[in-house]
């Protein structure tokens, strides 16, 4: 993986995948400016945005010259997966992210994290855990199938434990 040439990084994944940690330590290393996708899609007390408001910003974030972001938003992939340089794939298992998903509620339970809207505070409700469990039955094959679409273009990483994501950061895995 040649830095210089990297400038858009495209990170998709289940809520408790790694994204928000991965899109960190890929900043530190590209340095590129980072873009969480919940940042646009939530508005304050985790009110939803208008969906055509969030495509705006989202692909107008797609069109700047730099940029890696991290988020799933699925309706909105095929654009980010045009534009980025290099797409990573958090395909972890189910466990893995509702085990992270209530860690991170645990151990920030009522604050904001960085990577969320203003006035979000950490929270775990019903909806929420449902859509975790199902991601993968929901949406796994139909991200497959997008960067399988994009395989002889783009470089695309599929990264299914912690050991594939040192690997990816240790520039050991290969696409």
């Not at 996708?37 to 007390?45: A, C, G, R, S």
């Not at 705006?56 to 909105?76: A, F, M, P, Q, V």
């Not at 969320?116 to 950490?122: A, D, K, L, R, T």
Request: hydrophobic share 40%; charged share 30%; aromatic share 14%.
């Amino acid at each position: 993986m040649e830095k210089n040439n990297i400038k858009k990084i495209a990170l998709v994944g289940c809520a408790g995948s790694g994204k928000t940690t991965l899109a960190s330590q890929l900043k530190e290393i590209f340095n590129l400016p980072l873009y969480h996708l919940d940042k646009y899609y939530w508005k304050p007390h985790w009110q939803r945005a208008d969906f055509d408001e969030f495509c705006k910003s989202h692909n107008e974030l797609c069109l700047k010259d730099e940029w890696i972001i991290e988020g799933s938003y699925i309706r909105t992939l095929y654009e980010r997966i045009e534009h980025a340089d290099i797409i990573i794939f958090l395909d972890m298992p189910r466990y893995v992210c509702l085990w992270r998903v209530f860690k991170r509620w645990i151990l920030n339970w009522g604050n904001t994290m960085p990577d969320s809207p203003e006035n979000c505070p950490q929270k775990l409700d019903w909806t929420f855990l449902k859509w975790v469990w199902n991601f993968n039955a929901r949406f796994r094959k139909s991200i497959l199938h997008m960067l399988d679409e994009y395989a002889d273009e783009k470089s695309i990483y599929i990264l299914r434990s912690t050991n594939d994501v040192q690997s990816f950061l240790e520039g050991k895995l290969r696409k």
